[in-house]
C-alpha cells in the first residue's frame, strides 16, 4: 500500500514540474523499510529507526524531513499516518554556504586555464572554456547548459527547452558572448558526433554532469581559487550567483528601476517564482553602497 501511495505521490510532484529525484530515492528507501516491517501506514517510530541509519546529523534530518513531508501529503487524506516531529532529532544548526562572487579576473583565468586543458589538438579544451564562460555571462544552470541541443542556438539566442521546472526560455547573448560561442559552433560542427548536444566531449559524446564538475574542480584549483580534494571552495555553481549579483550592480539605482531589473532576472534565471531570485543575490561592497546611499536619501525624505 506504501509504494502505490508513494507511486501516486512521485506522480503528483513530477506533474507539477519537479523531477523529484533525490526525495524519490529516499522515499523508496523508506517505504521498502516499512513494508519489510509489515506497516501499511507511516509511523513516527518507524521513521525514527530508518532516519537513524544514515551516517550524518546532517543526512537523518534530512531523511527525518523528506519522509515528514510525505506523510503530511498522507495525513492529509488519512489520519492514521502520523506525521513525526520536525525536531524529532533536535534543532537544526543549518547556516547557509555563502556563494563565492567571482571578479572579472577569476573567471578570466578560469576560461584561459580551461583552454589548457588537453589532449592537444581535441576540442575538450574549447568546449569547457565555452561552458564555463557562458555559464559565467548568463547565469544559466549547469544541467542546462548541459541540455542545449544544436537546434536551441538561434539567431535570437539560446532557447533553453529543458528547465527545471519544465518552463522553456530565450536567453539573448551579449555580442561578446554571441561571438565566443560561434567560434565554438564553427569547431563543433567539424566533430564527428552521433549526438547532437552543443557541448561534447574529444569522443564526440554528450558530456555528463559528474565529469564536468571534476573538470572544474581541477580547473580552479590549477589557479588557486580552491586547495585540495575535500576543501572548500568556488562552486561552479556559485558562476550563477555571481551572474545575479553583477546583473544587480548594473541596474539603475531607483526603486522602480530595480523591481522591474528583479522581475526581468528572475524570468531570465528561469526561476518559478521572483522570491527564488533572492536567494542568489549577496551582498557585495558595491551593492552596499548602493543600499546606503538609499537609505540616506529615504532620511533626507527623497525618493529613493
Known amino acids: 500500500m506504501l509504494s502505490q501511495l508513494l507511486a501516486d505521490h512521485a506522480a503528483l510532484h513530477r506533474a507539477l514540474g519537479f523531477k523529484f529525484r533525490t526525495p524519490g530515492i529516499l522515499l523508496r528507501n523508506f517505504v521498502t523499510f516499512a513494508e519489510r516491517r509489515g506497516e501499511c501506514v507511516v509511523t513516527t517510530e518507524t521513521v525514527r529507526e530508518w532516519a537513524l541509519q544514515a551516517p550524518s546529523p546532517e543526512q537523518r534530518r534530512n531523511r527525518l524531513l523528506t519522509v515528514r513531508r510525505f506523510a503530511i501529503a498522507l495525513h492529509a487524506e488519512d489520519p492514521r499516518h502520523e506525521v513525526p516531529s520536525a525536531d524529532l532529532f533536535g ?157 544587480l550592480e548594473r541596474c539603475a539605482h531607483d526603486a522602480k528601476a530595480v523591481a522591474r531589473h528583479i522581475t526581468a532576472l528572475s524570468t531570465y534565471l528561469g526561476h518559478a517564482h521572483v522570491t527564488d531570485t533572492y536567494w542568489y543575490l549577496q551582498a557585495t561592497p558595491e551593492l552596499m553602497a548602493h543600499m546606503a546611499a538609499a537609505g540616506e536619501a529615504l532620511h533626507r525624505g527623497e525618493a529613493a
Open 91 to 247: 534543532r537544526a544548526s543549518h547556516r547557509r554556504r555563502a556563494p563565492y562572487i567571482y571578479d572579472p579576473g577569476d573567471i578570466r583565468r578560469l576560461i584561459d586555464a580551461a583552454h589548457r586543458l588537453g589532449p592537444d589538438g581535441s576540442i575538450r579544451p574549447l568546449t569547457y572554456a565555452t561552458m564555463f564562460g557562458l555559464i559565467a555571462t548568463t547565469g544559466m544552470r549547469v544541467s542546462e547548459a548541459l541540455a542545449i541541443r544544436l537546434p536551441d542556438v538561434t539567431d535570437d539566442g539560446l532557447i533553453i527547452a529543458q528547465t527545471k521546472f519544465k518552463k522553456s526560455r530565450l536567453l539573448p547573448l551579449h555580442p561578446t558572448t554571441r561571438h565566443a560561442l560561434d567560434g565554438y559552433l564553427a569547431t563543433r560542427l567539424k566533430e564527428a558526433s552521433l549526438s547532437d548536444a552543443l557541448f561534447i566531449s574529444h569522443q564526440g559524446t554528450p558530456l555528463a554532469y559528474p565529469t564536468v564538475i571534476t573538470v572544474f574542480l581541477q580547473v580552479v584549483r590549477s589557479i588557486g581559487l580552491r586547495g585540495g580534494p575535500g576543501s572548500r571552495g568556488p562552486r561552479i555553481h556559485d558562476l550563477r550567483h555571481t551572474f545575479a549579483v553583477r546583473s
